[in-house]
């Protein structure tokens, strides 16, 4: 719970930016607070910040020394960070398709003999999970996820891949992650998605905001084959669901 | 309009801005010009916004045609030798290529990044605000990639404004000043002075993402994973094997290693333009310093203008010419080389 977090800290980030951090660990409590305090200086800016990023754990804030201080600035965000949090509203939620194993998830194998099972209940457990978007970083889109199955918490690849295709689904450590560019990665490749959580000259450009909640389902290869199609024309492939 | 053809061009060269900020949130690193200085005085000889989008031009040569018209340019950065058909271009100086004409710039005589302006600036179809080239996520305009031999900009033709110089203060030397933080507690002290009391230099694999310094192997306290959180341009982190990187305009937005401080502002551009194999050493100023120093940096940017001098015109540097008597140097007022009195050939 969030009354149990130890009250946030200021990080001099240099003379432009400043982190407030939570927590030091991977904490959905001290993750919620990150994102009630985005959202809170989203509704009310302070005056002189120009940008958010929210991370698991802190909330870096960059800001312009020529318009507020770094003292009085970071009074301010405590102010905010220190109040009691509005009850989350409604978070969206997103239905993700992923093409599982093969030549899109060329670990799938792997992980289901690391961990003593089949790939088939690999990917029951990886799409019965609930998942939350912590934080988008890295490279654009890049979206991390909380709520991975505790049964697939695994350590990262001794070594990282230089290269890992577009729309990876992959997981590291005690996360999920949907990757949408080509990138370096040391976490393991259990599919592909058609979906875009970054394309340019469509709107939105950006899919998915930290705190979306996603999960996952299974679609053939050729399932996947026409929504990249699709997806490349702009179309949006991910589903919303409405509660 | 009037083309400026890029003739050739080495590894390094791109098209930079302010950079592309509002969207770190998702993962889109800011890019933007190594030295926003240098970039701000070549855009502000040609009449530009400061920010406006330039050719950075890396450590080596690289030359410009002007075709269907003559173009006005202007360069400022790291010092090179440049010149039009054998006749000498002073660095920070506005130049106007006749149609035909092309300019030569040499490798970089210290430090790494030259800015090229050009009057009108460069166009194309920013994203996010910015042209600013961004391989990796395929963004740039008007090529979403580091400049090649051929390609070209369709730009303003040249007004015939009379040419400028800019008389810059000269670069500060000594120490790269940092901020210690965020993560200075993953360190001891001793590491801490280790960091600050030892001679670094830029290793030749570093780029724009990331300056890798070579020197004593930092220890953390912790080890070195922490969750990833943000940085930001200067941010200097400690991987496991201890040897810093200090993250650049291209770094990723979030990094999962300690941070143990922080470059400032003001010395973000300086970092930039030390050569690969310098001997440097950082010093640890206050907040207070630092954010005085970022006001002086951003007030110098904001008063460019005001340091525009016409580039035919001999003006002695009264300043610099009695600091030089007083020290006993035998002057010369007339040699360019000793003081920066651009009386141009």
């Known amino acids: 719970m969030a009354a149990t977090l130890p009250p946030p800290r200021l990080l001099p980030s240099g003379d432009s930016a400043v982190t407030v951090e939570f927590s030091r660990t991977i904490d959905d409590a001290a993750n919620e607070r990150v994102l009630a305090l985005d959202k809170a200086l989203a509704a009310t800016p302070i005056g002189g910040m120009s940008e958010t990023i929210p991370t698991y754990r802190s909330l870096l804030v960059h800001y312009d020394p020529g318009k507020i201080g770094f003292d009085a600035l970071g009074e301010k965000l405590l102010a905010i960070a220190c109040q009691k949090p509005p009850p989350s509203t409604k978070a ?15 670990d799938l194998e792997d992980v289901a003999k690391a961990l003593n099972t089949t790939p088939d209940d690999i990917v029951a457990r990886h799409v019965g999970g609930n998942y939350r978007v912590a934080m988008i970083g890295f490279t654009p889109g890049w979206s991390y996820l ?7 918490h695994m350590s990262r690849r001794q070594s990282p891949r230089l290269f890992t295709p577009a729309g990876t689904i992959s997981i590291g ?8 560019l080509a990138a370096p990665s040391g976490w393991h490749l259990l599919g592909r998605t058609p979906v875009r959580t970054y394309q340019l000259h469509r709107n939105p450009t950006f899919l998915t905001e930290p705190g979306d909640r996603v999960t996952f389902f ?3 290869h050729k399932t996947f084959d026409e ?7 702009g179309e949006i492939i991910a589903e919303q669901v409405i509660a | 309009m009037s083309r400026l053809i890029v003739a050739s061009v080495g590894p390094a060269s791109s ?7 509002g969207a770190q949130r998702y993962g889109l690193t800011p890019s933007g010009a190594m030295d926003r200085l240098a970039l701000a005085a070549a855009n502000t000889l040609v009449g530009n916004e400061p920010f406006a989008a330039a050719v950075e031009i890396g450590p080596f040569g690289a030359t410009f045609a002007a075709k269907d018209g003559a173009v006005r340019v202007a360069i400022a950065g790291a010092p090179r030798n440049a010149d039009i058909a054998g006749r000498p271009v002073a660095m ?10 092309t300019l030569t710039l040499g490798f970089a005589r210290g430090g790494a990044f030259t800015y090229l302006a050009i009057e009108g600036a460069i166009k194309g179809e920013p994203v996010f605000g910015s042209l600013a080239v961004n391989a990796r ?3 740039g305009s008007p090529y979403p990639r580091p400049l090649q031999a051929g390609d070209e900009f369709t730009v303003d033709a040249a007004s015939g404004a009379p040419e400028l110089r800019i008389e810059l203060p000269k670069p500060a030397s000594g120490p790269i000043r940092v901020v210690l933080g965020p993560q200075d507690d993953e360190f001891d002290d001793a590491n801490k002075a280790l960091f600050l009391d030892s001679e670094w230099k830029i290793s030749a694999t570093s780029d724009r993402m990331g300056y890798r310094l070579e020197g004593p192997a930092i220890k953390h306290l912790h080890g070195h994973n922490i969750v990833s959180d943000g940085t930001v341009n200067g941010s200097i982190q400690v991987p496991g094997n201890g040897s810093p990187i200090a993250l650049m305009m291209d770094r990723g937005t979030s990094g999962g290693y300690p941070k143990i401080a922080t470059v400032i502002t003001a010395d973000v551009g300086r970092l930039a333009q030390t050569s690969a194999g310098t001997t440097f050493r950082f010093k640890a100023v206050t907040m207070a310093e630092a954010q005085d120093e970022a006001r002086k940096y951003q007030q110098l940017i904001r008063t460019l203008p005001d340091r525009l001098r016409s580039s035919d015109t001999v003006e002695l540097n009264i300043e610099a010419l009695s600091d030089a008597n007083v020290a006993g140097y035998a002057v010369s007022a007339m040699d360019a080389g000793t003081w920066q009195v651009t009386a141009e050939p």
Do not use: F, M, N
Request: hydrophobic share 35%.
């Open chain 1, 92 to 106: 969206r939620r997103w239905r993700i398709p992923v093409a599982y194993g093969g030549e899109h998830g060329i």
């Open chain 1, 146 to 152: 909380s709520g991975l199955d505790k049964s697939l």
């Open chain 1, 173 to 180: 450590g005690i996360q999920a992650g949907i990757q949408c």
């Open chain 1, 218 to 220: 299974a679609i053939d």
């Open chain 1, 227 to 233: 929504q990249d199609r699709a997806a490349e024309a």
């Open chain 2, 15 to 21: 098209v930079q801005d302010g950079g592309r900020h």
């Open chain 2, 92 to 101: 920070d100086t506005s130049i106007t290529l006749k149609d035909g004409e």
């Open chain 2, 137 to 139: 996520a395929g963004l």
